[in-house]
């Protein structure tokens, strides 16, 4: 009885309990994947919508203190883990966008496959060629679940054909817990793919077991944050959809950037139809952009996201991302990608690929992924104020900050954004549309196009 306390107490003294993991769990899974006695659990929370992992406390008695699930834990080291600038040479594209071979914009040479995708349709195309030349035995995908089309998974997929129907940008958070089984049980190469946390989770939980990381490819996406499912409910609620009757949902329709919406309805109940509506398209009027903004830029994403360290996919054999460029935006109607390379691996699969014409590439420099992400890069790198250890190194960090803003003003952190977001939730709560949307018209004008004019100024300048 003693000893059961006793680890009740460690646990509930430590930083790592049920309430840290409530406010700041990324839904990864790992913890539950090393735990040899099974005492993390990822369930899906329905007050939060996000897929959470919580310690089963009545089994503690079990617990052997090994703190391997927190050795893991991909938020728990973003949130401990120092700055090691000499690791960075100080150089600031290397501390921004990690470490990396080369740096490519680009896109797929197969038009279909560029215009139906999220970005330039790169992703898809690599895992495609990968499967076709065997190279790979199978490619970690997204699927939708059969009994609740809007919530997402992880899974093996083997044909080429299916990869090609899961080409999408899921920005409500997917259940990523299921890649374990595949990692533990790979006999042969498989491509996994995942966000900056989840790739990170893999790649400290491959540490923690010593395991041979050259049967598995990793491609990161960049990721400024992943939404709750609350998002999709609001949403649905606003145009009276019933969830239970969708047969689909995709984020990213109808080319570049393709921020409209879509949901297939089912018919009966288990026959898909085309009747398609469209949740929200950015095209159709202020108001939809700032409810895009609202539902995936910040108000619905989990604590986790506000503490992250990596925008670009820092774990990844190939990072690829959205190409925001000046030269691109209001030009490119059909798609194009960032692509990073950062293991020799990833270079030779990018080279081939592009020596095969599969896809169309040309060289970019460091700076130029900076000024694609822009402000959310440097509001994740920058902020410092959760860390646990900044009041030893303030000196340290002050001296980021500064190098940072002398390099790049124009992207510098500002509080806009924060701010815009919690008079949106309180609008909101009131319940008018019309304020909102007065809210933004004003926003919108007299700040948001000001700051961008002085951004592009800066950029075109440098
Ligand atoms: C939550 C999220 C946030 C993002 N934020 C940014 C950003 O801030 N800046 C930026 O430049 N780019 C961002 N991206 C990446 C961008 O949306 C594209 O996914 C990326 O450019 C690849 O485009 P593509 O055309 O090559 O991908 P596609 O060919 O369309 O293939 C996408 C692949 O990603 C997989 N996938 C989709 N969603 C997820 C998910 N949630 N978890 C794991 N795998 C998934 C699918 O299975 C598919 O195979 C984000 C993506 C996501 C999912
Ligand atoms: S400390 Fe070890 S035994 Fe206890 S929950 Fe974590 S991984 Fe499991
Ligand atoms: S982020 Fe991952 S490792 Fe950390 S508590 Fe959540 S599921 Fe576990
Ligand atoms: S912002 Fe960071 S913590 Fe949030 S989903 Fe993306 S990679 Fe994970």
Redesign the pocket.
Known sequence: MEKINFFLKERENSVFNNDWRKQYCCGCGACSAICKNKLNELKFDDNSGFYISIYKELDFKKCKNCNLCIKVCPIFHYLNNNYNLDSFNFNIEKFLIGPFLNIYKGYSCDKDIRFN????????TI?CCLLKKKYINGAI??LPYPNDTSKHYMTLTKSADE?MK??????CQ?NYSTIWNYIHNNKGKILL???PCQLKAVELYLNVKKADTSKLIKIG??????SSHLALDFLYKRKNIDKTKISKIRYRNGGWPGRKMIITKLNTEHQKSNDKIVLFDTKNSLFDRYLYKYCFSGSFFPECCNNCLDQTSESADIS???A?LPDIINKDNI?T??VITRTKEGQKIINDLKNDKYLNLKKIKPEDVIC??GK?LFGKKLNLWNRSNKKNNFELYKKIFEKCRNKYPQYFPDYFDFFERKIFNKLNKKGGNSLILLFFIIFNIVVIRVRKIIGRYFYIRN
């Open positions: 995708s999220s970005s330039g349709g790169i992703t898809t895992i995908t997204v990869a899961q080409n999408d940008s899921i920005y997917v793919i995942g966000l996406l960049f990721c400024g944050g992943i690829l991302g959205d925001w798609g990608n960032i694609s992400q959310v």
